[in-house]
T-cell receptor, first 112, second 118 residues
C-alpha cells in the first residue's frame, strides 16, 4: 500500500464548476499537508498548505485536513480553464527540512 | 519570492554518456536541496537529499555511483547522470528550502529537466 493515495484522473469539469480533489494517507505521523499545482513540463508550485486538522481558505481555494480519517481535500470554486493542471498532494511528518511524500497527482481539465 | 533555477530544461544524450543538471537558488541560500524523478502520470519520487558541504543522502534503491550529486556552494547543487541509458529517461526536478519562509512549507521547485537518452 502506498503511503499516499490520490486518484490520477483525468478529471474534466465545465468552467465555473466546483472541483474536489482528494488524497488519503496511511502514515499517522504526517502533520504538514500541502497542495501543489504542476503545469505540463514544469516544476510544482505550492498552492496551499495546512498544519494538522482544519480548514484553510485562500481565494477560490480551500484546503481541508481530517487527520482522524487520514483524508485531505482541495476545493476549487468557480474553476477556470487556467486551473487546468495536475494537482499533487504532499505531506511530511514534521518541519525542519523533512522530505515530502507526494501523491501521484490528479490531472484536471476545466473546459469552456 | 524564492526562485530556483534549473538548467537545462531539456537534454537529449546518447546512451553511455553523462549528463549534468544544475539547480540554483537565485535569491536565497539553500543548505539543503532535494532531487526528484518523475515518470509520466506518476508521482515525484525523492532520489536524494543534497547537503551543502557534505555527502548527499540517497533514498533506498537509488544508485549513488550512477546519480552523482554535488552541493559545493549554498546556491548550487548538481546532479550528474553517469553512463546514461534509455531507462534513465525521465523528468528530473530539484527543490530547495528557503529558511526565510515558514520552515515547514518553504520548498521551492525548479522547472525540471526532461532527459531523453537515445
Amino acid at each position: 500500500q502506498k503511503e499516499v493515495e490520490q486518484d490520477p484522473g483525468p478529471l474534466s469539469v465545465p468552467e465555473g464548476a466546483i472541483v474536489s480533489l482528494n488524497c488519503t494517507y496511511s502514515n499517522s505521523a504526517f502533520q504538514y499537508f500541502m497542495w501543489y499545482r504542476q503545469y505540463s513540463r514544469k516544476g510544482p508550485e505550492l498552492l496551499m498548505y495546512t498544519y494538522s486538522s482544519g480548514n484553510k481558505e485562500d481565494g477560490r481555494f480551500t484546503a481541508q485536513v481530517d487527520k482522524s480519517s487520514k483524508y485531505i481535500s482541495l476545493f476549487i470554486r468557480d474553476s477556470q480553464p487556467s486551473d487546468s493542471a495536475t494537482y499533487l498532494c504532499a505531506m511530511s511528518a514534521s518541519g525542519g527540512g523533512n522530505k515530502l511524500t507526494f501523491g501521484t497527482g490528479t490531472q484536471l481539465k476545466v473546459e469552456l | 519570492g524564492a526562485v530556483v533555477s534549473q538548467h537545462p530544461s531539456r537534454v537529449i544524450c546518447k546512451s553511455g554518456t553523462s549528463v549534468k543538471i544544475e539547480c540554483r537558488s537565485l535569491d536565497f541560500q539553500a543548505t539543503t536541496m532535494f532531487w526528484y524523478r518523475q515518470f509520466p502520470k506518476q508521482s515525484l519520487m525523492l532520489m536524494a537529499t543534497s547537503n551543502e558541504g557534505s555527502k548527499a543522502t540517497y533514498e533506498q534503491g537509488v544508485e549513488k555511483d550512477k546519480f552523482l550529486i554535488n552541493h559545493a556552494s549554498l546556491t548550487l547543487s548538481t546532479l550528474t547522470v553517469t553512463s546514461a541509458h534509455p531507462e534513465d529517461s525521465s523528468f528530473y526536478i530539484c527543490s530547495a528550502r528557503d529558511w526565510r519562509i515558514d520552515t515547514s512549507y518553504g520548498y521551492t521547485f525548479g522547472s525540471g529537466t526532461r532527459l531523453t537518452v537515445v
